[in-house]
């Protein structure tokens, strides 16, 4: 049976990510240091977990090692990339700035300009300096102020070799993991700080997209947006779609809305759909498939989030999609199903400009520790070796052709 080819926009951004803390190593934030604090450790002893799962440490030693990421990214075929730059790293004494790392920071980004590769440079991803932790964080009045003079610093010295801005990554997963249910630090449970934190977020994305247009007028601005698919499980029962209606509002567009006439384009991040039901918890997936995390695999949910997102008539580059899957039994699948549905929602005019897959190599999940595997690369923890999974050659092809057979 002959198969049919979809093919792709002419300069369709492909692309892959990751971010400066999940990969360096070596860094010293907010978040290492509640990785190793007592607390923290207390409460892995308890459920038998492995410690050093959990510390990011030296993470994949990205910071030695960006010449052969790069040299992985380019044998992917993408033409784009999407790093961080880590503000930890950069200001670690408040108003001190480091030279050697900012060049560092130069190197990188020169090297990835050899490769021919556009670069998506993000600003913050969720970590803080310590002296801003101890100064109570995106609660501080001040933080915008802080914020924008680390930004002024990256533009000034980084600024020509960046092609597309990420100021914020998903900035309601830092309100509501770090304010509302403590997951993640500062590990708060305020309803009142998390209004704060979204406020002060949302200024300085606004006056962040301001200051780099002052420096560079033609520039791309946006931030990443984990949207999700939110719909009701029955559709004639008028509490279930009441209630999907209310968490899309609150998830997808509360934040999108204050920064709605600052932003360039639209950095799309989709993992989730949620079937919503009217009792708690309120959520009730079908699972018929899910990754090693347990997220359900719903490659329509892609489709129907960039319709949703079309209506604030920007262009739209996907930032992040991806599943956690240690086998690699499933990640060609999901990659080809989920740019099925992108290529439908192009068709049916939806201006998507670039696919990157979430993430490159194996990388320090957070609150998870490294068990997690979403790389196309396979990373030894103790040597650091990359290794290609098969679904790393099959994303290659589709880079190369800009095609899909389906």
């Not at 549905?341 to 005019?349: C, D, N, P, T």
Request: overall charge positive; aromatic content about 14%; charged content about 30%.
């Amino acid at each position: 049976m002959s198969k049919d080819i979809i093919q792709f926009p002419k300069n369709f951004l492909w692309g892959t990510s990751t971010s400066a803390y999940q990969i360096e190593g070596g860094i010293t934030n907010d978040w290492s240091e509640w990785e190793t604090s007592s607390e923290r450790k207390k409460k892995l002893q308890k459920q038998g977990r492995d410690l050093e799962e959990y510390i990011c440490g030296k993470a994949c030693d990205s910071y030695n090692r960006y010449e052969e990421d790069l040299n992985m990214v380019a044998s992917l075929n993408c033409n784009a990339y999407r790093m961080g730059v880590e503000w930890a790293r950069i200001e670690p004494e408040e108003g001190k700035f480091n030279e050697a790392e900012i060049e560092h920071y130069k190197k990188v980004l020169d090297e990835a300009k050899k490769k021919n590769l556009k670069i998506v440079l993000t600003l913050w991803h969720w970590t803080n300096p310590v002296w801003l932790a101890n100064k109570g964080g995106w609660t501080n009045k001040e933080v915008v102020n802080y914020f924008t003079r680390y930004v002024s610093t990256v533009i000034k010295e980084l600024g020509d070799r960046v092609d597309y801005w990420v100021t914020l990554n998903e900035p309601m997963v830092h309100v509501s993991n770090g304010y509302l249910t403590g997951e993640f630090p500062p590990n708060k449970r305020n309803y009142f700080q998390s209004r704060k934190v979204l406020n002060n977020l949302a200024k300085a994305h606004n006056k962040t997209h301001k200051l780099i247009h002052q420096f560079y007028p033609d520039s791309w601005v946006s931030i990443t947006k984990l949207t999700n698919d939110f719909q009701p499980a029955r559709k004639w029962c008028l509490l279930e779609k009441g209630l999907a209606k209310l968490f899309h509002y609150n998830w997808n567009e509360k934040f999108l809305r204050r920064i709605k006439d600052h932003l360039d384009y639209i950095g799309v991040d989709y993992y989730f759909h949620d079937r919503i039901i009217r009792r708690p918890p309120f959520k009730k997936n079908k699972n018929k498939q899910v990754t090693d995390m347990g997220w359900e695999i719903y490659p329509r949910g892609i489709y129907n989030t960039l319709k949703y997102l079309s209506k604030y008539k920007k262009p739209l580059i996907i930032l992040e999609n991806g599943l956690a899957d240690a086998q690699d039994d499933k990640r060609s699948d999901f990659i080809r199903n989920h740019l099925y549905y992108v290529h439908r929602a192009i068709q049916e005019g939806v201006d998507v400009q670039g696919y990157f897959y979430w993430s490159l190599l194996d990388n320090f999940e957070w609150a998870e520790g490294f068990w997690p595997k979403f790389g196309l690369y396979e990373v030894d923890r103790n040597t650091f070796e990359r290794k290609p999974r098969e679904s790393a050659k099959i994303y290659a092809r589709i880079c190369r052709s800009g095609k899909l057979e389906i």
